[in-house]
């Protein structure tokens, strides 16, 4: 199947720091990536729809000055969570389409922890 | 609005039994895909099975199977013969045009040795 890489796996950050996530298909092009958030034992919250060369499309709700989105290639795009705070520590996780664009296959997810 | 809704938090089955995982959900749209996805420990999404709206036979992946009932928009995973690797958390999870996944609140399956 499709394999989505993202990185890092997990990362900790002062507040006020930026921090950046990658995610990666690694052997597929995906025009459309999604970047999903999940608290513990909580389900999976989409954050925004990422298009190649085109801008994010923001969920309701999610502030796009924070959580800033770039589909500079087919196969990349990158997750910035700008001047972190203690409330964005979280487990992130991309998807990308697949080749039939059907499904979605998932990266490995990032927990982020703001100290 | 599309939702997914999965009523049972948790649940627990032998290991070599079978188990069924509720799943009902509400769209508007006529075609549409559901999925069933597994999160283990690791926390890695795994897609364990998918369903297209359009066909009426239930997909079948080995051990899993799902019984889709179109009309009451009901989508449940059937696990047979239960194994130790099975345990984790599932959700159900639709994708209709705007190929956007809403998801569950999932069911943490565990399973008995």
């Known amino acids: 199947g499709a394999v989505v890489s993202q990185h890092p796996s997990w990362v900790i ?17 995906a025009t459309t990536m999604f970047w999903y958030r999940q608290f ?18 923001y ?57 | 609005a599309q939702t997914v809704t999965q009523s049972q938090p948790e649940m627990s089955v032998q290991e070599a039994e079978t188990v069924t995982l509720s799943c009902t959900y509400d769209t508007s749209e006529s075609d549409y895909y559901l999925f069933w996805y597994k999160q283990p420990p690791s926390r890695q999404m795994i ?3 998918r369903q297209e709206a359009y066909k009426q036979q239930n997909a079948t992946e080995n051990r899993f199977s799902v ?20 345990a984790a958390m599932y959700f159900c999870a639709l994708r209709g045009a705007t190929n956007k996944l809403i998801f569950g609140t999932g069911t943490l399956l565990a399973v008995q040795p």
């Open chain 1, 13 to 29: 950050c002062k507040s006020g720091t930026s921090v950046k996530i990658e995610c990666r298909s690694l052997d597929f092009q």
């Open chain 2, 67 to 86: 019984n889709f009932q179109k009309a009451a928009k009901s989508f449940s995973l059937k696990i047979s013969d239960s194994q130790l690797g099975d």
């Open chain 1, 59 to 115: 969920e309701q709700g999610v502030e796009k000055d924070k959580f800033l989105i770039n589909h500079a290639s087919l196969t990349l795009s990158t997750l910035t969570v700008t001047s972190a705070h203690p409330e964005d520590s979280s487990f992130y996780i991309c998807s990308a389409r697949d080749l039939q664009g059907v499904g979605a296959f998932f990266g490995q997810g990032t927990r982020l922890t703001v100290v």
């Open chain 2, 47 to 49: 897609l364990v099975i």
């Open chain 1, 40 to 57: 513990p034992k909580q389900s999976l919250m989409l954050m925004a729809t990422s298009n190649e060369g085109s801008k994010a499309t």
